[in-house]
């Protein structure tokens, strides 16, 4: 099996991306959730999609370095559609975890970022960056 060096290296770079999105994602939903007491899933929401606004930017610039002015408006359309199946993909997850089988919150919320971040890649890799 051959691996694509390209494919491999931006993987790597939307990962960083990830990882950032991630301390986004979490300190968004905490203070939602543990400061202002909003209610979890709507904290989380809200941290998740703080995250996808500033990993989208991050991945235009950066991982997939796209130039077209006149794309960014498609660009963020399709990733935050992507964005927004992976919401729903992320809060089922976290619901799952946490109120089904009783994990702690943000054990849940870590477990359901893992598994969205494999659908956010793939699909943006795909379709929302297919000429980066």
Do not use: C
Request: charged share 15%; net charge positive.
């Amino acid at each position: 099996m051959h691996l694509d060096p390209q494919l491999i290296t931006k993987f790597l770079m939307f990962s960083v991306v990830g990882a950032s999105g991630v301390v986004v994602d979490f300190s968004v939903t905490w203070f939602f959730k543990e400061r202002l007491k909003i209610h979890k899933y709507v904290a989380n929401s809200l941290g998740f999609i703080t995250a996808t606004i500033t990993n989208y930017l991050l991945n235009r610039y950066w991982t997939f370095y796209t130039q077209d002015a006149e794309a960014k408006f498609n660009e963020f359309s399709k990733f935050f559609f992507i964005a927004l199946i992976g919401l729903a993909i992320n809060n089922a997850i976290l619901y799952f975890f946490h109120e089904k089988l009783k994990w702690n919150f943000y054990v849940s919320k870590l477990v359901a970022i893992g598994i969205v971040s494999v659908w956010n890649f793939s699909f943006n890799y795909l379709y929302t960056f297919t000429n980066s």
